[in-house]
């Protein structure tokens, strides 16, 4: 599938990972496509049951904190469409369940695809954020995305950023999913300002009610993350820690004049602010 085809624009791929336990969710979604006027494509989402103990405990410990047997599900769900889109020869949509769309998200997403020279656009707002330049497409405004605060709920992927990503977890193995992303250097990444998606969790902060109670499932995780074996792995963590927290300084002080720092608008709720 190609950007057009006979001077139509045609639909980028757009994927759905559900869990086949959260009933609510589903339906809210089915629901949701049926109103905006797409297909999903419905991806089923990495169990906790799916991750064998060895395979957890070989990845457990590659980030800055000892991810929990949930966060590492969560992380494989998203790299199983990254090698999906990465195989590809063109963009797509990555939507987790619990994601609420614009009334215009369609539209524009089916926009924003056609850009160029771009590997990864957010689509959601989340917290604060520092961009930079920006361009519009179609009369919608990008932003240069330099310092990300959001999760890993909505956003539109090229084959380029796909395989950016997959290069990174081969070298440094795997995080939790919105930091993987948020941390990811030598790319083009763009955020939507405003933006067309929001999780359902944070939309009391814009003002929105949302349509039913929808907790984090990694919050509601019970179970603890592992210890670390040893005290050298440890350190290693503290390390990464370490050195994450000087790069979010070193970016923030560097762009304090240059950058713009502000949370991004959910677009639906514009006018409100």
């Known amino acids: 599938m190609g950007a057009f085809n006979g001077g139509l624009v045609l639909t ?3 994927y759905i990972i559900s869990l086949a336990s959260a009933h609510q969710r589903r339906s809210y979604q089915e629901a949701q496509s049926e109103r905006l006027g797409f297909k999903p494509i419905w991806h089923q989402a990495v169990t906790v049951n799916d991750i064998h103990d060895h395979f957890f405990l070989e990845n ?3 980030w800055q904190r000892p991810l929990s047997k949930i966060e590492v599900a969560c992380f494989m769900s998203h790299l199983e469409l990254w090698r999906i889109v990465a195989s590809s020869n063109e963009p797509a949509i990555i939507l987790e369940d619990d994601v ?3 009334n215009n998200w369609f539209d524009e997403v089916k926009a924003l695809s056609l850009a160029e020279g771009i590997d990864y656009i957010c689509l959601e707002t989340w917290g604060k954020k520092i961009l930079g330049r920006g361009r519009s497409i179609n009369d919608l405004t990008l932003r240069k995305l330099i310092l990300n605060s959001a999760g890993a709920a909505a ?3 090229w084959p380029s950023g796909a395989k950016i990503l997959l290069e990174r977890f081969s070298k440094h193995g795997m995080a939790l999913t919105d930091a993987f992303i948020n941390q990811t250097k030598g790319w083009s990444a763009w955020q939507l300002s ?4 929001i999780q359902l969790n944070v939309s009391v902060d814009f003002g929105l009610k949302p349509p039913f109670e929808s907790p984090s499932l990694i919050a509601r995780e019970k179970n603890l993350p592992p ?6 792995i440890l350190f290693k963590m ?3 820690r370490f050195m994450g927290e000087f790069v979010k300084f070193f970016i923030k002080a560097t762009y304090f004049f240059r950058g713009t720092r502000y949370i991004v608008r959910y677009s639906d709720d514009a006018k409100k602010n």
């Open 194 to 197: 405003p933006a067309n998606a």
């Open 12 to 14: 980028p791929s757009i």
């Open 238 to 240: 503290k390390l990464r």
């Open 60 to 62: 457990a410990f590659s």
């Open 155 to 157: 956003y539109l992927i």
């Open 227 to 232: 210890t670390p074996p040893s005290w050298k």
């Open 100 to 102: 609420m769309l614009s």
